[in-house]
């Protein structure tokens, strides 16, 4: 059973870090791209940062470039998502994706994890 589980959400202030993780099962995580998505209240799901298991090519968003940081543990069927510097508008519900496909396309063979919300406010 493919399951893609995150955690570490949560409310922080502005200017704080969080560490996204997102725990996958059912499939060998080495062999997959991985990204992480948000969408905030009222707006589309957004791309923030992407990485190939082709290349180890890794792409930002640019509201997220030099303050956030994908990464992954094979070993570990696990990725992740080390977001510093956060701002309000970072606020939203963030996604893990695994792929076959690297990049930013969504398809309808991609495996998603279920949400986790993150707020930045004082």
């Known amino acids: 059973q493919i399951q893609l589980v995150e955690s570490g959400g949560g409310l922080v202030q502005p200017g704080g870090s969080l560490r996204l993780s997102c725990a996958t099962s059912?499939?060998?995580?080495?062999?997959?791209?991985i990204g992480w998505f948000r969408q905030a209240p009222g707006k589309e799901r957004e791309g923030v940062s992407c990485?190939?298991?082709?290349?180890?090519?890794?792409n930002y968003a640019d509201s997220v470039k030099g303050r956030f940081t994908i990464s992954r543990d094979n070993a570990k069927n696990t990725m992740y998502l080390q977001m510093d510097s956060l701002r309000p508008e970072d606020t939203a519900v963030y996604y893990c994706k695994a792929a076959a496909v690297p990049g930013w396309s969504v398809r309808s063979s991609d495996y998603w994890g279920q949400g986790t919300q993150v707020t930045v406010s004082s």
């Open positions: 990485d190939s298991h082709l290349d180890g090519i890794t």
């Open positions: 059912g499939f060998i995580l080495e062999g997959y791209a």
